[in-house]
């Protein structure tokens, strides 16, 4: 504890600039005392967890075994306060844009429309000032995707820490993602317009069928006499090594998508889903996970249930679909600090508070495909995790006092936590 | 002696018509006769129906109306034998014989257009244009008035649909060319919330319109009192013209209506609203405008539901306006509003008859139908001794049709139009269709058949005694039949014509083997022939027609049928109570709310001894393990506002005002009851230094916008500083309206309190003068948002303004306090923490969020310890939404103070409550739960600022708006209600009728930098 607090301490009296990147872990720490939540849904209410040279050793609840703690570096007594696996945002913005309006500070968007060349790792700015704001709530790690198009390029997944992009990346070019076309809807009574957007709608789901087809034939040839980057990029697609990703709200659209795609041997995710409820069986046949639209959200059509967005994640879980959640949509880089608070609504409209945890952190580490590192305190996988004083899915709760990123402790200040700390001054002297 | 009465009545309508300046090419052709239509049903007016009867015309007016009269000699005579008569039509809503104008897109690769281009000696702006009249621009061309011939109309109000004070409109007679007349230069004054043509920025909002509208008004008042000292002004002038004509507002929707009658009763005008259709939506608070309507009859075609999938985006609102609006008129008629019934938005005159029938099958009676036809449209503008009615001197303006109009069956025979008939169909007053025996030459002899009417008669022919019939292929043109059939392989062609005066016999020639012999035919029998009597005017209502009730408001989770407006006395037993007072939180503790007050908080209340006379007159509600709250209060909301959040065509528009567009029917103010909220200030956007005056509302879900306001509540204005109003963000073209730095907003705000400093003098000088005094001098001239910005500088109004960045906020405290005002509250306020002692020392409050920041570069240093700290020291302290999304979790963002900062959560709950309703100055009636307060509460299954919170019920005054089991049950309903109609729009698509594409709901999300 008193360790504890003299690196609370010290984190207060830290100065005015971007967060210092944490040095690998040397010394190997045990947590004590505290309820930690794992992530796959069970819950230890008086643990131990010790982590050595970055991987967790040992998970044991401190009351049924009598444990040697002399075997870590350093214990730290976490009594009465919360354990949780790293946070991961799936779908994510950060480290491509800085500030919305300022075209400069945006990287998230290339010109064109199928661009599975096109990736974020190289553009991840580690030096975000928001990023720092977000793993001051929980969320340690990220997917890091490109907008725009229909296939927006190749994500990457990260830790929110490191002193570059090739330190902080967890997996590399984890997949393409295809913004399915839009059908859309009328809202005035223009018949023609309706026609018009049906005959778009048809000629863009064409020109995917080509794109993918013409890829799919390049891939299968060994040698090229011209070299085609983007049918490259396409290789690990059909190979299985990167996901595909699909953006996708309504129903005709995830149908024509699913369908679509049945012709391919892929690993397929929806991303958005909003009809997903009304298409359970169609996507829990082909084993499709959902990363679930913002959980507060208003609902997208005028009718819907008031708190239907609320409810999704429960309905969802209910039909037996794998859910995590995301916060794409507006303010989205900065919004994300909000992603706990997503699984706690998903908790006070039905779903279990562990399974909602899992929603955040194993779940999606399974639908990203880390599971195996990261997504649930676990022996073998990374120390990622952290410490709050309280529930970290309700804002009353959440207070992180304590986190590690691959074993490393990070450092919990943010240029707002040093604004404050600068302005608290000003009153203080005056 | 009634004899001689009548010829000299005569002789004097002559006279008007001699008097001809037009010279004559050739010799005059003076036409004197009289024309009788005889032995028809005449519907003189309403009330007045006769039975074999006769018109009397000459020339273009009626000479005379009645049964057996006496005819004069020169009178031409029509056998009008079966037929109905009724007085023609009146449409008061068309552009006819004027060329409509483009509505003005500016795309966002213009600059944008700020002042007017017309010369100076007009309004300066373009979409107020009182000066234009019909009569100058109206010239029909041939064939324009067919089609409200057709539908049975005999004179048009015809106007210029462009602009907002629109001009005159005149009526016209549909003849063309030579007999084309106007029959009023100037009927009415013609007014839209529509801009139209106009490319100037000004007005880009409803509420900018209406700001307009007003301060035309005042300008024209001011210009005619002071003609001699000030420029001459056409468009005042001509308001001024024609100030006693009736005014007629085009409007779109109930709300618009409410709207427009509302700046009439400011100005004591009472407009005629030209209305949408819809009325039916808030038919009690249309009736108590006392305006009449002008209604059309165009009705939404069924939706294309055969997709379940797309239709979940169908909002239930629109079908239940599909399957409304044909009941629109029953509604008026029933309401007993005066209507007039325009063909405006209808393409044919099958369209025309069609949806009326279809309006009578609903209910309308056919007599109102007629009378929104003819009487009452003549007299809303003062027309009734022209036209409207059959009595004799009016002009000749009538239909005949075959029937009772307005049955299927019915056709329209002719169109007379000041005494010119344009014929439609041949008034045959014989029915062909029957048995004939037929000869040719007077030796074959043939057995004839003749089914249906007109032109669509199919014949039947056989030999004598014959039972082997074969077709007979007829024509009929007028009188004269062509008859063609093929027996034993032989060709008969026959023509002929009606050979008798009963029009029973018919004869002719036919060629047979290249000699001409003569042929006969003469009917035996008639079909049978039966007639609607015109007084059988019943409502045939069909029995397995569901009629679909209106919601308040007519949409998904709205009130059936009536509006909670019963106040009912409540105990809430055992709950913890979150006072906001000096109790703090109180556990296990009864609140009691009588008629919609707060009466008592206390520690199990024991009724009988505390109010021994309530009886059983209230409802216990058991709170045990619930919280109850008082309700939450959004200082900084954009929900329920109608077209346009920013008033973004000039930098200073205090005159316009939100409270003029508030949106009854959003139904995010549902969901917002569902997260809690009971009270918002629905706040002008941010694109200018100084925008609109706001509203404050209750979230009364189911009232009109009236009835939501917060009553007696102060006056608040919205300022703005930073990117918005300096255009930041607004793209490359937006580079011409000051300002466009932070250094020329203090100069816009200087210059207008400068003005209005000068403005309160003047007036102040004037007021000073004593009664003769006055009367010699001149008046200052009134001006809304001179008036407006005065009533800041006089406490009288109050600034909420959005803020960022601690420069612009230090310089608007600096320039209130050396215009000796102070600012209320600075919303969003991100850098209030860098400057909270000065706010503590200004007064000023701040409203901010709980965690928003980067999504600007004003907000960079935007932190979520902002709320903290300004409380910490001592400003009074808010979170708001600015979201309608957030605007349900407020409760969530109050607890953000607590995560970040520290703040109590007592004092965090305030942020959210009682310190807005302190900046809304209603903190001595809302934001806690106190002996007096309004009711306004809320009880939640946990503590409120956690996660895990959900509402139970949201009470307003005591009455629970939003009750999370009574949701549950408004979900069943939408869903019943929904599939109900679907079946119903299917059949309608199985039937054959046409139908429309799904359309979902034109989702209008306002924040402030909203550009709309």
Known sequence: MKNFIVIIACFLSMSVGAQTPATPQTKSILLVGAKAHLGNGKVIPNAAIGFRNGKIDMVLSSIDIRMDSTKYDEVINCKGKHIYPGFIAPNSRLGLVEIGAVRATSDQREVGQFKPHVRSLIAFNTESRITSTVRTN?????????????????????????????????????GIHINWPRIRTSMDTDKKKDVEWKERYSKSVAEIKEFFTEANAYNKGEYHLEKN???????????????????????????????FFDAYDFELVLVGGYDAWLLADLLKDRSIPVILRRVHELPMNQDDDVDLPYKMPKILTDKGILVSLENSGSMEAMGTRNLPFYAGTAAAYGVDKEAALAMITLNTAKILGIDALVGSIEEGKYATLFISEGDALDMRGNQVSLAFIQGKQIELTNSQKELYQKYSKKYESE | MPKILFFLALLCSLGAFSQSWKPVNGIKDSKNHYTAISNATIYVKNGQVLQNATLLIRRDKIAAVGTALKLPENTIEIDAKGKFIYPAFIDLHTQYGIVPLKVANRSRSQQPQLES?????????????????????????????????????????THQHDGILRGTSSLVALNEGDDFKLLQAESAAHYSFNKGSSKQTYPSSLMGVIALIRQVHFDEKWYAENKQVTQYNRSLEAIGETQKLPKIFETYGTLSQLRADKIGDEFGFQFILKGDGTEYERIQDIKTTNAALIVPITFPKPYDVSDPFTTLQLPLAFMKAWELAPQNLRYLSNAEIEFAITSDGLKTEKEFYTNLRTAIDQGLTRTAAIKGLTETPAKLIGASEMIGTLEKGKLANFVIYSDTVFQEKTKLHATWVNGIQHAYEPMSFFAYAGNYSLNINKETQFDLTLIGKGSAMKGKIAKKNDKEKVEAKVVLENNRINLSFTMDEKLFRLSGSVSDSKSRIWSGKILIDGVWK????????????????????????????????????????????????????????????????????????????????????????????????????FREIDATSLHLTSGIIDEHSHIAIQQGVNEFGQAVTAEVSISDVVNSDDINIYRQLSGGVTTSQLLHGSANPIGGQSALIKLRWGQS????????????IKFALGENVKQSNWGDFNTVRFPQSRMGVEQVYYDAFVRAREYQADWTLHNAKGKREKAKSFAPRFDLELDVLSQILDTQRFVTCHSYIQSEINMLMHLADSMDFRINTFTHILEGYKVADKLKAHGAAGSTFSDWWAYKFEVNDAIPYNGAMMHQQGVLTGFNSDDAEMGRRLNQEAAKAVKYGGVSEVEAWKFVTLNPAKMLHLGDRIGSI??????????????????YAKVVTTYIDGIAYYDAERDAELRKKVQTERERLVVKMLNEKKAGKPTQPIKKEKKVLYECDTLE
């Not at chain 2, 106190?930 to 996660?947: H, Q, R």
């Open chain 1, 229 to 259: 980057i983007r049918f490259e990029a396409m290789k690990p697609v059909f190979s299985k090594k990167k996901k595909v990703f699909i953006h996708a709200d309504r129903v005709q659209e995830i149908t024509d998508a699913v369908y």
């Open chain 2, 518 to 617: 003569d042929w006969a035919a003469i009917k035996k029998t008639s079909a049978s022939d039966e007639k609607d009597s015109l007084k059988s005017d019943s409502t045939s209502t069909k029995k397995d027609d569901v009629k679909g009730k209106v919601f308040y408001p007519n949409m998904a989770f709205g009130w059936e049928d009536s509006l909670p407006i019963q106040y009912e006395n409540l105990l809430f037993r055992n709950a913890t109570v979150w006072t906001n007072e000096a109790e703090g939180i109180l556990r296990n503790h009864d609140v009691f709310v009588v008629d919609g007050k707060i009466k008592m908080v206390g520690y199990k209340i024991n009724m009988e001894v505390m109010f021994p006379k309530m009886g059983n007159n």
């Open chain 1, 138 to 174: 929980g969320v340690l790690m990220a997917e890091v995707a490109p907008v725009g198009g229909v296939i927006t390029g190749t994500s990457s997944i990260f830790n929110l820490d490191g002193w570059n992009w090739e330190d902080a990346v967890l997996k590399e070019d984890n």
């Open chain 2, 705 to 716: 916008p009236e009835k939501m306001k917060v009553e007696g509540a102060d006056g608040f």
């Open chain 2, 117 to 157: 281009k017309k010369e100076s000696i007009f309004y300066w702006n373009e979409a107020v244009k009182p000066e234009m009249k019909a009569a100058d621009i109206v010239s029909p061309k041939k064939n324009d008035a067919e089609k409200f011939r057709k539908m049975g109309f005999g004179t048009v109000l």
């Open chain 2, 930 to 947: 106190k002996e007096g307060k309004d009711a306004d509460l809320v009880l939640w299954t946990d503590n409120p600022l956690s996660i």
